[in-house]
């Protein structure tokens, strides 16, 4: 599906492209600031989807929506949760609430796929899988796709916005919140260590009551993951 961001803050529509560019079936086309260079923007491009948000210069988000036919699938995106319902009454998708995650805007996308009927709904969370035996990842880094197999990851760290992936092989570092790192990886056997960290335990050689080595890596425990590591790693009490 074409998408189109009508978004005035810069932050929020570097987010939602970024979204849309890790999803499979989604192609951004267009980016505009206001209701009057969004409709330019449909008259002259094949747009499937809109990702529309709210509080607008001029013309609102809401008012835009009543403007526009059927052909078009909406996604509204918006700090404000009193629209919500005028939102629904105008037959719009969903309806995001900032800071929108990426498990919930996959959420929202997976709707409009099941409305468009044309292509297979993508699973949350899971970017892409290479191989029935490998799980594989594509994160988005320096404008480029990278992949990242699962059982080659050593550990992921929690940078803010961002995540570092440590790898066999180096790291990356790409947009994603380690919550949403969790849901990716969680049936291939991570465990979350600390509020900053989430570890392979298949590469994990030696712990105590305050850190897990990895080889001569040393990460630290949370104090409250410690019975979360000493269950899933299977090793007496921790002293």
């Not at 699938?73 to 918006?78: C, S, Y």
């Not at 699962?150 to 995540?163: Q, R």
Request: net charge neutral.
């Amino acid at each position: 599906m074409n998408c189109l961001v009508v978004e005035d803050e810069p932050l929020a529509a570097g987010i939602i492209i970024d979204y849309i560019s890790q999803i499979p079936g989604l192609v951004p086309v267009g980016k505009a600031v206001s209701a009057m260079e969004a409709s330019a923007i449909l008259s002259t491009s094949n747009i499937d989807l809109i990702f529309l948000d709210i509080n607008l210069p001029v013309i609102s988000g809401i008012d835009f929506a009543k403007t526009l036919d059927s052909r078009y699938q909406i996604i509204f995106t918006t700090a404000y949760h009193e629209f919500a319902i005028e939102s629904y009454a105008l037959n719009a998708v969903d309806y995001l609430l900032k800071p929108i995650s990426f498990p919930r805007f996959l959420q929202a996308v997976n709707r409009a796929f099941e409305r468009k009927a044309v292509a297979p709904k993508v699973e949350p969370v899971q970017v892409r899988e290479i191989a029935a035996e490998r799980k594989s990842f594509f994160f988005n880094t320096d404008k480029k796709q990278i992949r990242v197999f699962a059982d080659e990851i050593l550990y992921v760290e929690s940078l803010k916005d961002y995540v570092k992936i440590v790898t066999r092989n180096g790291h990356v570092v790409t947009r994603y919140q380690l919550g949403d790192m969790i849901l990716l990886l969680k049936d291939s056997g991570f465990i979350r260590i600390h509020k900053s960290f989430i570890v392979n335990a298949a590469f994990v050689t030696a712990y105590n009551a305050r850190d897990i080595e990895i080889g001569k890596i040393s990460l630290p425990i949370g104090r409250t993951f410690k019975e979360f590591v000493e269950k899933h790693l299977g090793g007496s009490d921790l002293q």
